[in-house]
């Protein structure tokens, strides 16, 4: 069974930033990709962006594009997600998210380990 813990999430003003992170409890290797998704009150859970091991390669969804960067330190075995100039329409649970596959997967029933979640809120 594998593990992801998450941290990092809070409460940030608009145009504010805040760094998750997320640590398998095992290393995973060039076939798989690393992730985070989201999930809003009401709302369907939603790519934001993957990381492939094999190549560094990244994938945005395009709400985040410019403002949201994801990182990997593999010394350790960590994922990073920076997020700046947050919105309120960023607020939600952000689950880290790992699956098996060549290519970057954006929809969640491609995922095969997620996160329990940790909850950002953008809000004056």
């Known amino acids: 069974q594998v593990q992801l813990v998450e941290s990092g999430g809070g409460l940030v003003q608009p145009g504010g930033s805040l760094r998750l992170s997320c640590a398998p409890s095992?290393?995973?290797?060039?076939?798989?990709?690393m992730g985070w998704f989201r999930q809003a009150p009401g709302k369907e859970r939603e790519f934001v962006t993957g990381?492939?091991?094999?190549?560094?390669?990244?994938d945005y969804a395009d709400s985040v594009k410019g403002r949201f960067t994801i990182t990997r330190d593999n010394a350790k075995n960590t994922v990073y997600l920076q997020m700046n100039s947050l919105k309120p329409e960023d607020t939600a649970v952000y689950f880290c998210?790992?699956?098996?596959?060549?290519?970057?997967?954006?929809?969640?029933?491609?995922?095969?380990?997620w996160g329990q979640g940790t909850q950002v809120t953008v809000s004056s």
């Open positions: 998210v790992v699956h098996r596959s060549p290519v970057i997967h954006t929809t969640p029933r491609w995922i095969d380990y």
């Open positions: 095992r290393r995973f290797f060039s076939s798989y990709v």
């Open positions: 990381i492939k091991y094999s190549d560094g390669s990244t």
